[in-house]
């Protein structure tokens, strides 16, 4: 079975609890990265996780509460490695591999740093005494800059990406489809509500997706276009099927902009336990029709997340 690890899921604006966008996938003993927001490599690993068992990162797009935390992540888990782990493989719209050449690469922003631990005599002694032997190899990560289609195909997962409509032509942005034998999960990223993104998601078990305000709310301060509000975030589920007709499938979908911590499906967290009992439609409110209940639970959830202070 999957796991879904939510590190973040709040929005560029800080708060004392919140933070930007990072998610950990746990199947088939690896662990995927989708995005690297603010302070993920903390979060990682007060999720329990560690950057060396990260073996892929992909990025929806290159907004800083999405990716600031790449250099801090990169550099980490480089400098846990003993030179035995996997080559990290990072895919994302341009430009991945500038930023990516452009924080550890020869010439890059922090060259200095992994220069310094790679020559001088305390640091390749720290290295020896964690397991690695010299001389010490500087960082190789594989990144690759991508579009939609295919991604990336393995024996046991596989992930698609589609467009996001989002801040073109500024930025280009992808949605993400992972699928599994333990089911299949999509990744919004940030878009306003489009064909490609319902199309990627199709049927899919869980759709995680982006979520700015409520719609009214988005609807008056001019802050609608080119992101998801709440019943456009109901809406491109229901078009894509993942609520269904299955009693528990409103459990399967979750939305993200106000959400920090770990959840996942079926996992007895305080957080998890919260969509449980949101996620009920059928006990709570058997009268309502799926697009009311669609757009009445986005609302209820945005809300108690901030009431909650999450
Ligand atoms: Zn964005």
């Not at 329990?48 to 999405?66: A, E, K, R």
């Not at 990290?88 to 310094?116: C, S």
């Not at 190899?137 to 589609?162: H, L």
Request: aromatic share 10%; with cysteine.
């Amino acid at each position: 079975m999957a796991r879904i690890h939510i590190l973040g899921a709040g929005t560029p604006t800080p708060t004392p609890t919140r933070f930007g966008t990072s998610y950990v996938i746990e199947v088939a003993r690896e662990q995927i990265m989708v995005d690297c927001g603010p302070a993920t490599t903390h979060k990682l690993v007060k999720a329990g996780l560690w950057p060396t068992n990260i073996d892929y990162l992909f990025f929806t797009h290159h907004h800083f509460d999405h990716d600031v935390d790449y250099p801090c992540f990169l550099l980490c888990r480089w400098d846990q490695s003993t030179g035995k782990e996997n080559r990290l493989q990072v895919y994302g719209p341009n430009p991945t591999e500038r930023m990516t050449e452009g924080i550890v690469g020869e010439n890059g922003l922090f060259a200095h740093d992994w220069k310094a631990r790679v020559n001088h005599p305390v640091s390749q002694r720290v290295h020896v005494n964690r397991g690695g032997t010299l001389p010490r190899r500087p960082p190789d990560v594989y990144a690759k800059d991508i579009g939609p289609g295919k991604v990336y195909s393995s024996a046991d997962w596989e992930v698609t990406a589609a467009l996001a409509e989002h801040v073109q032509p500024y930025l280009d942005s992808l949605a993400y489809r992972l699928d599994s034998p333990g089911g299949s999960m999509v990744f919004t990223g940030d878009t306003e509500p489009c064909q490609s993104v319902v199309d990627l998601a199709r049927d899919a078990d869980i759709m995680l997706c982006m979520c700015w305000d409520d719609q009214e709310v988005m609807e008056e301060n001019g802050e609608a276009p080119r992101q998801c509000g709440t019943t456009g975030a109901a809406r491109m589920a229901q078009e894509a099927g993942i609520p269904g007709s299955r009693s528990w499938c409103w459990c399967t979908w979750a939305l993200t902009c106000r959400d920090t911590g770990r959840w996942r499906r079926g996992s007895e967290t305080s957080r998890g336990s919260m969509m449980d009992r949101w996620c009920s439609p059928t006990s709570y409110w058997p009268s309502m029709s799926s697009s009311q209940w669609c757009s009445f639970f986005v609302k209820r959830i945005a809300r108690h997340m901030r009431l909650s202070g999450a």
